[in-house]
């Protein structure tokens, strides 16, 4: 027996609600903001209640600032309350490829803050006493051989920049975590985690307020207007702001023209298990760590805190929904854990991360005052957080770390929103194509 669950609604078609999700109906309670009523003025307007809208607004008030964050649909409607609740450290691109890419010094000033975001996570949750099921441990999974010692290269390049709880695990310690044939191998990552991801937005969002922030809820926003103050224009008012941060994501559509073909929206799919038996759920993941494999295209998973296997993949590029998640990812589940093959589906959702060309977080600067940062690339749960202090040391007058990433050079997707899913989509195959040849 499968549930049979809403589509994905999108701002853009007018549904501003949470999706029917297993977070959605396992959420804390919390209040619905009022929209913007009328003009404001504010030092920082923030734009999105993901994230990097919430954690850029913490680190302000807690350094002082006047804050107003200002989002479409509810708090956490987008990636940050939909997605895998996995905390992944380091970046989308291991530290070797960014050193390739933009040079030594590139590699050591990201390096340096690659394991930071988790950090600021479970400082948040513990100063503001959130309750959001955060669990210490995660696993990288090799399927191949040549997966293993991709995973052998990136603990030693955590270990030089000083991550130390790490440890390569063969097929017979993998079973200490997840109780599979699939797997050759992995490395656990005692910094890594999950939590509840929705839940940790709606505690980052009562936080703020407790400080003196404002959040309005149902607010979208049509266009910031440059100026000392910026404007930021939405259908019932508008707010003036020393400082402006654009934090949309995925979901920030045609608000900045200047950052529309930066990244594209790729759609994750999710669904959750029925309640299984403390038992049977000690038996298959026994650690409680959330597992995600090595393939490019990969499946991702972790218990919950009653009893269900919350299973992830099944990556489109371009952000659209597939007709059945369920169909989609229950081959997947089976191929896993082959007991759980016609277990009952409860709930089944899909959401959108930003992706970049480099697959590198892309920040910055459009003019003076107006400050943007999106593209995680499928490590948002951790760099979101990053990205939030960098922003407030940036408005803080501290920029240097936030221009280590500022510097980067970023490039427009190839063939622009006509040309870049099949583009993508081709070099999907390919790697695809190496994965099943163990290439």
Not at 96 to 119: N, S, T
């Given at each position: 027996m499968?549930?049979n669950?809403?589509?994905?609604?999108?701002?853009?078609?007018?549904?501003?609600?949470?999706?029917?999700?297993?977070?959605?109906a396992?959420?804390h309670?919390a209040?619905?903001?009022?929209?913007?009523?009328?003009d404001?003025?504010?030092?920082?307007?923030i734009?999105?209640?993901?994230?990097?809208?919430?954690?850029?607004a913490?680190?302000?008030?807690?350094?002082?600032?006047?804050v107003t964050?200002?989002?479409?649909?509810r708090v956490?409607?987008g990636?940050?309350?939909?997605?895998?609740?996995q905390?992944?450290?380091?970046?989308?691109?291991d530290?070797?490829?960014?050193?390739?890419?933009?040079?030594?010094?590139a590699a050591?000033?990201?390096g340096a803050?690659a394991f930071?975001g988790?950090?600021?996570?479970?400082?948040?949750?513990?100063?503001?006493?959130?309750?959001?099921?955060?669990?210490?441990?995660?696993v990288?999974?090799?399927?191949?051989?040549?997966?293993?010692?991709?995973?052998?290269?990136?603990?030693?390049?955590?270990?030089a920049?000083?991550?130390?709880?790490?440890?390569?695990?063969?097929a017979?310690t993998m079973r200490n975590?997840?109780?599979?044939?699939?797997?050759?191998?992995?490395?656990y990552?005692?910094?890594?985690?999950?939590?509840h991801?929705?839940?940790?937005?709606l505690?980052?969002?009562?936080?703020?307020?407790?400080?003196?922030?404002?959040?309005?809820?149902?607010t979208p926003?049509?266009w910031?207007?440059?100026?000392?103050?910026?404007?930021?224009?939405?259908?019932?008012?508008?707010?003036r702001?020393?400082?402006?941060?654009?934090?949309g994501?995925?979901y920030?559509?045609?608000?900045?023209p200047?950052?529309r073909?930066?990244?594209?929206?790729?759609?994750?799919?999710?669904?959750?298990?029925e309640?299984?038996s403390?038992?049977?759920?000690e038996?298959?993941?026994?650690?409680?760590?959330?597992v995600e494999?090595?393939n490019?295209?990969?499946?991702y998973?972790?218990?919950?805190?009653?009893?269900?296997?919350?299973?992830g993949?099944?990556?489109i590029?371009?952000?659209?929904e597939?007709?059945d998640?369920?169909?989609?990812?229950?081959?997947?589940?089976?191929?896993t854990?082959?007991e759980?093959?016609d277990?009952?589906?409860?709930?089944?959702?899909?959401?959108?991360f930003?992706?970049?060309?480099t697959?590198?977080?892309?920040?910055?600067?459009?003019?003076?005052?107006?400050y943007?940062?999106?593209?995680y690339?499928?490590h948002?749960?951790?760099?979101?957080h990053l990205?939030g202090r960098l922003?407030?040391?940036a408005?803080s007058?501290e920029p240097?770390?936030?221009?280590?990433?500022?510097?980067l050079?970023?490039y427009?997707f190839?063939g622009?929103?006509?040309?870049r899913?099949?583009?993508?989509?081709?070099?999907a195959?390919y790697?695809?194509?190496r994965?099943?040849?163990?290439?």
């Amino acid at each position: 027996m499968t549930a049979n669950p809403a589509p994905t609604e999108t701002v853009a078609n007018g549904a501003t609600e949470h999706v029917r999700s297993y977070y959605a109906a396992t959420a804390h309670p919390a209040p619905e903001r009022p929209a913007l009523p009328s003009d404001q003025r504010t030092q920082v307007c923030i734009v999105g209640a993901g994230f990097s809208g919430l954690a850029t607004a913490l680190h302000l008030l807690e350094r002082g600032f006047d804050v107003t964050v200002l989002e479409a649909a509810r708090v956490g409607w987008g990636a940050s309350g939909r997605n895998g609740g996995q905390l992944v450290n380091g970046y989308s691109r291991d530290l070797d490829v960014i050193e390739k890419r933009y040079g030594e010094q590139a590699a050591r000033d990201l390096g340096a803050m690659a394991f930071e975001g988790a950090a600021i996570i479970r400082e948040l949750v513990a100063r503001y006493d959130i309750a959001c099921g955060l669990r210490d441990g995660g696993v990288f999974a090799a399927m191949t051989r040549r997966q293993l010692a991709e995973l052998e290269e990136k603990r030693a390049s955590w270990e030089a920049f000083g991550h130390g709880q790490l440890e390569m695990l063969d097929a017979e310690t993998m079973r200490n975590h997840v109780a599979t044939d699939l797997y050759v191998g992995g490395l656990y990552d005692g910094r890594g985690g999950h939590l509840h991801p929705l839940n940790l937005c709606l505690g980052e969002a009562a936080a703020i307020e407790r400080l003196g922030g404002t959040i309005h809820e149902q607010t979208p926003v049509t266009w910031v207007e440059p100026g000392s103050p910026a404007v930021v224009h939405t259908p019932r008012g508008t707010v003036r702001a020393d400082w402006v941060v654009l934090c949309g994501n995925a979901y920030l559509g045609d608000t900045e023209p200047r950052l529309r073909d930066r990244v594209m929206p790729v759609s994750t799919q999710v669904i959750t298990t029925e309640p299984i038996s403390s038992e049977r759920l000690e038996r298959l993941l026994p650690a409680q760590t959330c597992v995600e494999d090595c393939n490019y295209i990969l499946d991702y998973y972790r218990p919950t805190e009653d009893n269900r296997i919350l299973f992830g993949g099944g990556t489109i590029y371009g952000g659209t929904e597939p007709a059945d998640i369920i169909g989609k990812l229950r081959p997947n589940l089976a191929r896993t854990f082959p007991e759980l093959a016609d277990c009952r589906i409860d709930y089944a959702w899909s959401g959108n991360f930003a992706l970049t060309l480099t697959r590198i977080p892309h920040m910055g600067r459009l003019n003076e005052g107006i400050y943007f940062t999106h593209g995680y690339s499928g490590h948002g749960v951790t760099t979101t957080h990053l990205a939030g202090r960098l922003l407030a040391e940036a408005i803080s007058g501290e920029p240097e770390r936030f221009e280590a990433f500022a510097r980067l050079r970023n490039y427009p997707f190839p063939g622009g929103r006509r040309l870049r899913v099949p583009l993508t989509v081709a070099g999907a195959w390919y790697y695809r194509a190496r994965e099943k040849l163990g290439l």
